[in-house]
């Protein structure tokens, strides 16, 4: 039996199970693609730390600029409300704010995999108490030894369905957890980098 006649006995379950399968995947090659360390935390925070200690904030900010990353925005927009005054502890609520701003970012399309992960297993034992359904009702309108066929194969079909669900839903919450993990520790020390520099300010 080859794959495709063997998701077909499956039945209908089994090609639900295959776009949620599909959408699962894309979301894990986007967040490989996007979930970068590269993307959120800024480059040469050192250099900026020390121009910073050294009360050089005009170069600071001029050299976060040249930065895209997502840090080193608000780094360089906390330096700046500095410069026009804040204190450092208005500074590390804003600091708050803006980390909360950025997780929608950093977690984007992750929760998709979680319901991917847990809707998977009950459309796959969906599908296999509909497929118990029917085997049943047509070994009990079968002759014996025709019955005893129908029954060995209709299970083992209709178990196709739940084995499917439980393949979707294994690698989608795997890779949930991986990536919340990893977002959160990106978070983590993003914001590490940016109370350091904010603890040299003059």
Same mark, same amino acid.
Request: net charge neutral; glycine share 6%.
């Given at each position: ?111 998709? +995999?979680?319901? *991917?992960?847990?809707? $998977?297993? &009950?459309?796959? #034992?969906? %599908?296999? @108490?509909?497929?118990?359904?029917? =085997? ?41 957890? +991986?990536?919340? *993990?990893?977002?959160? $520790?990106? &978070?983590?020390? #993003?914001? %590490?980098? @940016?109370?350091?520099?904010?603890? =040299?300010?003059?």
């Amino acid at each position: 039996m080859d794959l495709i006649s063997f998701l077909q006995k499956g039945g209908v379950s089994v090609y639900i199970l295959l776009i949620l399968s599909i959408v699962s995947w894309a979301v894990i090659v986007e967040r490989l693609l996007n979930l970068r360390k590269g993307k959120f935390l800024p480059k040469g925070i050192q250099e900026v730390s020390t121009l910073v200690a050294r009360g050089d904030l005009e170069a600071a900010i001029k050299l976060l600029s040249l930065d895209l990353s997502e840090g080193a925005k608000i780094l360089q927009s906390l330096l700046e409300k500095y410069k026009e005054g804040k204190d450092r502890e208005l500074l590390l609520k804003n600091l708050e704010f803006e980390l909360s701003l950025l997780v929608p970012k950093l977690e984007r399309n992750i929760p998709l +995999l979680s319901a *991917i992960a847990s809707l $998977s297993p &009950l459309v796959g #034992l969906l %599908g296999t @108490i509909i497929g118990l359904i029917k =085997v049943f009702s047509a070994f009990s309108a079968a002759e014996m030894n025709q019955g005893l066929n129908l029954l060995s194969m209709g299970i083992s079909e209709a178990l196709i369905s739940a084995a499917t669900g439980l393949t979707v839903a294994i690698p989608s919450l795997l890779a949930y957890w +991986l990536f919340k *993990i990893y977002a959160n $520790s990106i &978070l983590d020390e #993003l914001e %590490g980098q @940016i109370v350091q520099v904010l603890r =040299v300010l003059k």
